[in-house]
């Protein structure tokens, strides 16, 4: 097994997912939606959200821990015209949450928006999946959902909030959309894990201690994560001096969004340990909007609006030293041209957990190029 990353195909890596997740009893249709879901992250250069997370946000959940559900029980609670309340119940989240969408790009399709929310999911993937099927629909796609306990409120040491994603997804004229899918943390802890994976320090900033200082060792603090000694500092920073207090306020709309329409769990809620210490489901709530341009204007006016406004960011003045000037969705792009005939790059770590989950579920017949 080679020292360094190794390059899997696309192709090759999708149907092992979709294999693994069949092994541990997800239904053929919904493995193959998980799978996709995680691929595209790969696809689009967000590591910290594809393969690098099979064994131990899905994998282990359902297997080692027995805290998530393969098989989806997707109920209708509330359906409103416009609006619509679903209950995942502990089954898997990019399933749920593909549903979701789907609902809401359906709504909007008639009454102009539509507004899905969801309680009992589960970790969803990434977030700008669910705002491109709107765009892939002509509309505007938002989304966002609670997490595990992680960010510290301004002034605060306690990690009280989740990573909590507010993504948009804005259809364009250009050949991809304005997608804006991160988090309202500095960072997010499907990062830290990448560089505890590879062995990394941490950036200063990202991550306080209880006294109010800064942690680099990544191994050190997804433990301190969990045990409440350590918490992500919001977008913008720590304190208020940078602009922290804005990622503090955004993070908290994403937990009120996932928690108060659904009467879903919130924050502490969310630690997926009960007061005995032993592993629960984790209840995350998600909400997912879409809107119809065609409501408003002319979907192809839409689109040349969106992309004179993303081309006159981009040729604007550049700072002394600087190459360029990027948009939102943009280098996520760039990442898929770059990667398309590549593959995924698996590092040392990855390869041992694939590797460990073909042997556990007797997928013999796969054979990776870093063996």
């Not at 595990?148 to 989740?162: E, K, Q, Y």
């Not at 993504?167 to 894990?193: H, L």
């Not at 918490?231 to 304190?239: D, F, S, T, W, Y």
């Not at 460990?356 to 579920?361: A, K, V």
Request: hydrophobic residues 35%; contains cysteine.
């Amino acid at each position: 097994m080679s020292d360094e990353a190794c390059w899997v195909d696309f192709d090759l890596m999708e149907r092992f997912m979709v294999d693994v997740f069949r092994g541990i009893g997800v239904p053929d249709e919904d493995a193959a939606t998980c799978a996709e879901i995680l691929i595209t992250a790969d696809k689009r250069g967000i590591d910290s959200h594809g393969v690098g997370r099979l064994k131990t946000i899905y994998y282990d959940r359902i297997v080692r821990d027995k805290i998530q559900v393969p098989v989806t029980e997707f109920e209708i609670v509330r359906d409103h015209m416009a609006t619509a309340v679903v209950d995942g119940h502990h089954g898997m989240g990019m399933v749920i949450s593909k549903r979701c969408m789907q609902m809401a790009i359906d709504k909007a399709e008639k009454y102009g928006t539509g507004m899905v929310v969801a309680r009992n999911s589960t970790h969803y993937g990434i977030a700008g999946y669910y705002a491109l099927m709107a765009c892939e629909a002509g509309m505007i796609g938002l989304t966002g959902t609670n997490a595990r306990p992680s960010i510290a409120p301004t002034f605060g040491v306690d990690n009280m909030l989740g990573t909590n994603p507010l993504v948009f997804g804005m259809p364009s004229d250009e050949d991809f959309p304005f997608t804006n899918d991160y988090a309202t943390s500095v960072s997010q802890r499907g990062k830290i894990e990448k560089y505890a994976r590879e062995g990394k320090e941490l950036p200063p900033g990202w991550v306080l201690d209880r006294t109010g200082g800064t942690k680099t060792d990544a191994q050190q603090v997804l433990k301190d994560l969990v045990a409440g000694e350590a918490a992500l500092v919001p977008l913008g920073g720590i304190g208020e001096d940078t602009g922290g207090y804005k990622g503090y306020g955004y993070s908290t709309v994403v937990e009120i969004l996932s928690a108060a329409l659904q009467q879903g769990a919130f924050m502490k809620q969310l630690l997926g340990i009960d007061d005995q210490g032993s592993k629960v489901p984790y209840c995350l709530g998600h909400f997912f909007m879409a809107i119809n341009i065609s409501a408003f204007t002319e979907l192809e006016s839409f689109e040349k609006t969106t992309g004179d406004i993303l081309r006159e960011l981009r040729t604007s003045t550049k700072a002394p030293g600087e190459e360029r000037i990027y948009t939102c969705g943009e280098k996520e792009h760039l990442a898929w041209l770059h990667r398309k005939d590549k593959g995924a790059p698996v590092g040392t770590e990855l390869q041992k957990q694939m590797l460990t989950m073909r042997d556990e579920l007797g997928l013999s017949q796969y054979k990776f190029p870093f063996e």
